[in-house]
Structures are given as structure tokens and as C-alpha cells.
């Protein structure tokens, strides 16, 4: 089934979930974990890519591997993420859920969303793969992708053949330890997120998503305190956290007043106050953490 959007909904035409908020903070919440080395070294790798690059992929256009490069056996993992590099504009459809695609994607830069859409295209957004992030979206049936994968911002992506990610994995025992580590760690956020889409209000579903997010961001150096930016629209986060967009807006816009969050600009998001926040959520985002970020 080809992609489709739903259109946003009224009450915050611009795609923003809140107003601008210019109240002082209670408290920027402490930083609850130091950025993972291995994501920053990944992340690197896709600031040089994009120096005196243009992203050149048109939307919609799928990802295909570039042949296999020698020394695929030999390199450094960063040399071959390196060769195998792939420009998405924001919007394009990397992966379709269905189609034939034996592949591993490692984000350099940028945010992906992996989904599920409905026969009539309603869409659930099962989660955001962030900057330093693995994807192997091959099925059990080893030879097709499970879930669709898009482009939510400009992106830089190193797209392999299955096959050269698992000789990596062979090769570098710390790669392949790391890689376990992030198995865990979605494991355990999906595990979160399913529990609050499932029994959680929309007020805890939205304090959950910000928090887990404030925690990925936080692990590689993408909080400033307790501010941060995210790249989507009400529609994501309401794909995200199975609300419509509307629904998303007005709990933003309540948060926001009670002075829990501020809302700038297009989702510049900063927490004033952790506490209430992560009491809404009930989480607690040290914990949460421990859980889902992978350090080396």
C-alpha cells in the first residue's frame, strides 16, 4: 500500500503541539546519563558526510545498497558505514512494509520513523530511530521488511546489505556486543511505550514520550538544559502515541500552563519541571536510562 498522511487536524495549523511559552523553568531536570561513546563516533561519521554535501534523494525514493566495496572484510565498521552512505530528504520512503529488501540501516544523522499503517492508512508510529541508531527490518521470512521506514528529517544513513552488517558483527566483538545491548534497549522502551498506549491516559502517554525522548537525545549530546529540539509535527507525535493530533495539542497546551514543559517556535521543547513530568509518566527517567541506552 502506497504511504499516506492524514491531515492535521484544527487547532494548531502551523503543526505545533503548544503555544510559546516564554515562563521562566522550575527546574531543567539534571542530565541522567553522558553521551554513549559509540553513538558519538557514528554521529561524527555523518557530520562528515554532510560537509559540502546536498541531500540529493528525492521523496519517496526507496534506498537501494551500492555494490559491495572491497574491504568490506577489513575496514574499520566506521570506514564501511562510511562507503555505504545513502542522503534522504525529509519525507522520503526508505522501506515499504512488504517489499522484498534484505538490508541494515545505521542512522548517521537525522530521525527515521518505523511504522505500521491500516488498510485505510491510518498510521502507528512504533518508533524513532535517532542518530547512532541500528535497523535490520528483515522478517522472519529472511527476505522482506516488516515495517515501512521514513525520513521525518533530512537524513544520512549508511545502507548495507544484511550480509556485510553480519560480517561486521563477526569481526568486531565490541560492535557486535553493542549492538546486543541496543536489542535490549528497544526491547525494553517498546516494552514501556506499549504498557501506556495500552492502559495510560493521554497526559501519561505524551509525559512518557517526551521523557524517553529527552533520555535518547540526552545520550548523544542533543539536550541543553533540559531543552531540546524535535523534528516532527503534532501528527507524529500523535502516531506516536496513538492520539489524534488535536488531542496531542491540547495536552501540550496544558502541560505547557502548568509550567511542566515550554513549547517554542516548531517543537523546541525544553522540561521546567522533571519531576512532575516523570510523576505524570511514571517513569523515572534515571531508571529509564539504565534501560534503554546502550553504552559501550
Not at 13 to 23: A, E, I, S
Not at 141 to 153: F, G, H, L
Request: hydrophobic share 40%; with cysteine; aromatic share 4%.
Amino acid at each position: 500500500m502506497p504511504p499516506t498522511r492524514r491531515p492535521a487536524d484544527q487547532g494548531c495549523h502551523d503543526g505545533r503541539v503548544g503555544p510559546q511559552d516564554d515562563t521562566a523553568p522550575k527546574s531543567n531536570g539534571s542530565r541522567v546519563t553522558g553521551p554513549s561513546a559509540s553513538c558519538r563516533a557514528l554521529v561524527q561519521i555523518g557530520d562528515a558526510q554532510m560537509t559540502g554535501s546536498h541531500l540529493q534523494t528525492p521523496p519517496h525514493a526507496r534506498a537501494r545498497p551500492r555494490p559491495r566495496r572491497d574491504g568490506d572484510r577489513g575496514s574499520r565498521p566506521g570506514k564501511v558505514l562510511s562507503s555505504w552512505v545513502r542522503r534522504y530528504r525529509a519525507g522520503a520512503i526508505i522501506a515499504l512494509d512488504g517489499e522484498e529488501l534484505r538490508t541494515a540501516f545505521v542512522v548517521l544523522s537525522g530521525w527515521l520513523a518505523v511504522s505500521k499503517l491500516t488498510r485505510d492508512g491510518q498510521k502507528q508510529i512504533i518508533d524513532f530511530a535517532l542518530p547512532g541508531d541500528f535497523l535490520n527490518p528483515t522478517s522472519a521470512d529472511n527476505a522482506t521488511v516488516a515495517v515501512q521506514i521514513e525520513a521525518v528529517s533530512p537524513a544520512i544513513v549508511s545502507v548495507m546489505p544484511v550480509t556485510v552488517w553480519h560480517r561486521l558483527l563477526d569481526k568486531f566483538d565490541d560492535l557486535r556486543a553493542l549492538d546486543a545491548r541496543c536489542r535490549a534497549g528497544v526491547q525494553s522502551r517498546w516494552s514501556e511505550r506499549m504498557l501506556r498506549l495500552g492502559k495510560g491516559r493521554a497526559e501519561t502517554r505524551i509525559a512518557y514520550a517526551l521523557i524517553e525522548l529527552y533520555v535518547r537525545l540526552d545520550a548523544i549530546g542533543e539536550v541543553s538544559d533540559g531543552a531540546f529540539h524535535l523534528p516532527l509535527t503534532q501528527v507524529h507525535m500523535g502516531d506516536f502515541a496513538g492520539l489524534s493530533s488535536v488531542h496531542v495539542c491540547r495536552t501540550m497546551q496544558r502541560l505547557s500552563r502548568q509550567g511542566v514543559i515550554r513549547v517554542r517556535d516548531h517543537m523546541d521543547i525544553a522540561i521546567l519541571d522533571m519531576d512532575s513530568l516523570s510523576t505524570i509518566a511514571g517513569i523515572d527517567p534515571a531508571t529509564l536510562a539504565d534501560q534503554i541506552v546502550a553504552m559501550p
